[in-house]
């Protein structure tokens, strides 16, 4: 039998809905099937756990060309429909709705369950100094705002998933 | 233990619900590293055989979290490897069939 996994490292590079929830449902999983799990939050993934910006999460409609109306299976939305003022809030409501069907949490809730299931959250230096953050401007789920070099420490034994 | 006698499914959880019992519960506990099933984890085992027994299928943990009276951090105090599948194994439920 081949080696069951025992700890992952989740990057999460992205800052729109479809970006982050793939990372957060993974470093959720992973929890509950005893895997231990890191989160590190890059570039705009970072906006997953900043206070001012994780309740205000979006789809993009814009540049989307897989946006599909009023379903996945639905009819292709001409992409340069994206760019009217309030699509990108409406498919995000939407998305929402369906998601609290199934029980996935809002960001920030979602955030705090996995924090508190064990997992540990971590920032990207790099881009905390290049976006002009603080620790302050974080909610206070993350552990730390750590280097790439102490990211790899930190996944030592762990599979590393980009997302 | 009688309990290794029961039949189980490919997850190794009990293949019949009608098998289980409290003293099955306790024995399947132990396979699971639980040594004691305390008041906190009968909470939780009371909790998902009541939401399998209305909705058929495992609660989520989110909804574990909300609703059982046990939060997340003692959740895992207590299923340290997992609390959804473990409660759900020891409660003589299916494996969860949900992602959150």
């Not at chain 1, 993009?60 to 699509?87: K, S």
């Not at chain 1, 974080?138 to 030592?156: K, N, R």
Request: charged share 25%; net charge neutral; glycine share 8%.
């Amino acid at each position: 039998m081949s080696q069951p996994i025992e700890k992952v490292s989740i990057i999460v590079s992205r800052g729109s809905l479809d970006g982050i929830y793939p990372g957060l449902i993974m470093a959720n999983g992973a929890r509950m099937e005893g895997i231990d799990a890191t989160l590190f939050f890059t570039f705009f993934g970072l906006y997953a756990v900043i206070n001012k910006k994780m309740d205000n999460i979006k789809i993009a409609t814009v540049g989307n060309p897989a946006m599909c109306v009023p379903d996945a299976m639905g009819f292709g939305l001409p992409t340069w429909m994206g760019a009217i003022p309030g699509m990108s809030r409406y498919a995000t409501s939407k998305m929402k709705k369906e998601m609290e069907k199934l029980d996935i949490p809002p960001v920030r809730e979602f955030v705090e369950m996995i924090h508190d299931a064990g997992c540990k959250l971590y920032g990207c230096k790099a881009t905390v100094d290049m976006f002009h953050l603080t620790k302050k401007d974080f909610c206070p789920q993350v552990d730390d705002i750590i280097s790439v070099g102490q990211f790899y420490e930190m996944s030592a034994g762990a599979q590393i998933i980009f997302t | 233990m009688e309990t290794k006698s029961l039949g189980r499914d490919a997850d190794g959880h009990l293949a019949n619900r009608n098998d289980w019992n409290e003293k099955v519960a306790e024995d399947l506990a132990i396979e699971e590293g639980i040594e004691k099933l305390t008041d906190r984890h009968w909470i939780v085992i009371n909790f998902m055989r009541k939401e399998f027994a209305e909705k058929g299928d495992a609660p989520s943990i989110r909804k574990l979290t909300k609703e059982s009276g046990v939060d997340t951090k003692e959740l895992y105090a207590l299923y340290p490897k997992g609390p959804a599948k473990k409660s759900a194994k020891i409660a003589g439920l299916p494996k969860p069939k949900g992602c959150i």
